[in-house]
């Protein structure tokens, strides 16, 4: 139903803005969908919710797909690209209570509560914070992870991304917002992608009037980052982006799987680089993966670059042992 209401709203703005096209929703599922079973983090395919999808790009079946840029690996196989990344929704965290817990906070909930989460990345988070709560696995969609919180009495809380919350109309059920100081988010977490074939010029021109630059910025320097450091969903990996007065601040941060040991810094540079019209054979430059030819190319560099410079700053500090202590130990 997410997947739907996305693919919606990324249609219905290219209707507005292209009334002459007519656009047809093609409807399918992913190995990601189908096994409900096992954590994410343990089933080591890198495309999960992607392949199917792409499949169908490459044999020409569909033109662009929509997907949570969160799903998508910072390197796509060859032939595609990201032709537009949509205005990011809220990217934090937030937390669902149980009814009998309504009105609490993590904090609050009696000593041993089972939080659910199917991330590392938050688990490894919270667990340091909130030493008293039980965080396991949950898998499914949004329907059928706020079913088994509400039916059950397995779980006090579960933690989903706001903006899948929100693009639901579920707004109402947030019972806590986690702060960057509490839980930084997922690479991409809250956006909006938008994949083509890079050589479809025609479509690639149609979607680049969706990229929101400032999103658009703040997304490359996390999947900069996150690339360099050969993060994933196997490895808890974790940012914060601000774009403030030309520019853009990266915290980015790596756990163990317990939260105990655990780096975090944060860099900053400058974007504010006027767009110039650079036709020719650098047109279609990717950057981690994403081709946005309405954004100055200098801002894209820079994004990129203090994503690979704070993942090498960690990585001096000893980031690689703690990323690979937790691959070992995940599978």
């Known amino acids: 139903q997410l997947a739907r209401i996305q693919t919606d709203s990324v249609v219905e703005t290219l209707r507005e803005l292209y009334p002459d096209l007519r656009f047809e929703i093609v409807a399918m599922s992913t190995t990601g969908d189908k096994i409900?079973?096992?954590?994410?983090?343990?089933?080591?395919?890198?495309?999960?919710?992607?392949?199917?999808?792409?499949?169908?790009?490459?044999?020409?079946?569909?033109?662009?797909?929509?997907?949570?840029?969160?799903?998508?690996?910072?390197?796509l196989p060859p032939g595609f690209t990201i032709g537009a990344v949509c205005k990011r929704e809220n990217p934090l965290d937030a937390v669902v209570f149980h009814?009998?817990?309504?009105?609490?906070?993590l904090s609050l909930?009696?000593?041993?509560?089972v939080v659910g989460t199917s991330s590392l990345r938050r688990a490894a988070q919270l667990k340091k914070k909130f030493p008293q709560l039980e965080f396991r696995d949950i898998r499914g969609n949004l329907n059928t992870r706020l079913k088994k919180l509400d039916e059950k009495e397995d779980f006090g809380a579960i933690i989903l991304a706001a903006a899948g919350l929100k693009r639901m109309g579920w707004e109402n059920r947030i019972g806590q917002l986690l702060s960057p100081e509490d839980c930084l988010y997922a690479v991409g977490q809250g956006a909006l992608a938008v994949e083509v074939r890079a050589k479809d010029q025609e479509i690639l021109n149609m979607v680049s009037a969706l990229h929101d630059e400032d999103t658009v910025l703040r997304c490359i320097a996390e999947r900069a980052f996150m690339k360099r450091l050969e993060g994933g969903c196997s490895v808890p990996v974790a940012v914060n982006t601000v774009l403030k007065d030309g520019q853009l601040y990266l915290t980015g941060a790596v756990y163990s799987l317990d939260g105990s040991d655990s780096l975090r810094e944060t860099m900053q540079t400058g974007v504010n680089y006027p767009q110039r019209n650079?036709?020719?054979?650098?047109?279609?430059v990717q950057?981690?993966?994403?081709?946005?030819?309405?954004v100055p190319r200098l801002a894209q560099e820079a994004a990129e670059s203090l994503g690979v410079e704070l993942a090498n700053l960690l990585l001096s500090k000893g980031a690689k042992h703690i990323l690979s202590v937790a691959r070992q130990l995940n599978d």
């Open 36 to 75: 409900l079973d096992t954590a994410l983090s343990k089933i080591g395919e890198k495309s999960l919710f992607t392949k199917e999808l792409e499949n169908a790009l490459e044999r020409n079946e569909v033109d662009l797909v929509v997907h949570s840029l969160k799903d998508l690996p910072t390197s």
């Open 109 to 113: 909930l009696p000593e041993k509560s």
């Open 278 to 284: 650079e036709d020719g054979p650098n047109d279609d």
């Open 287 to 294: 950057h981690v993966g994403i081709t946005a030819k309405n």
């Open 99 to 105: 009814p009998k817990n309504c009105g609490k906070t």
